[in-house]
């Protein structure tokens, strides 16, 4: 992922050996308010313009996610951006125990029956 990461920042663009497992977990919808969506469409659309007409920057959008990013200094470096969601504790919960498990490359992983470490748990 370092490699892919460094690629994209380089390049603008996702290198054509790219693939992803994401495909193997199960994909759920999360519903947004349409004012929440406006609100950050507006906040990129600006962040995009700065960057065009500031520095000349063309502003490329990767967003990645899952704690394991996280825990490799390597790609954590590469990652201009970093935000860490919390959620309150029992809806941390209700989506671990929803989830059967998950795959990675290459590997995948059974979760065990709940954990949260209380860095995620908004308290």
Known sequence: MALELAHVKSTGAVSDSHYSHDHLNAQKGVPIEEKVFKQWQDKFREI?????????????????????????????????????LRE????VRARRLARSGYHTAGKSYRLPDFHSSPCYVLR
Do not use: C
């Open 48 to 84: 995009e313009s700065k960057g065009k007409n500031g520095a000349g920057e063309k502003v490329q959008w990767v967003i990645v996610d899952g704690f394991l990013l996280y825990w490799t200094p390597e790609v954590y470096d590469e990652l201009d951006v970093r935000i860490l």
């Open 88 to 91: 309150p504790e029992p809806r």
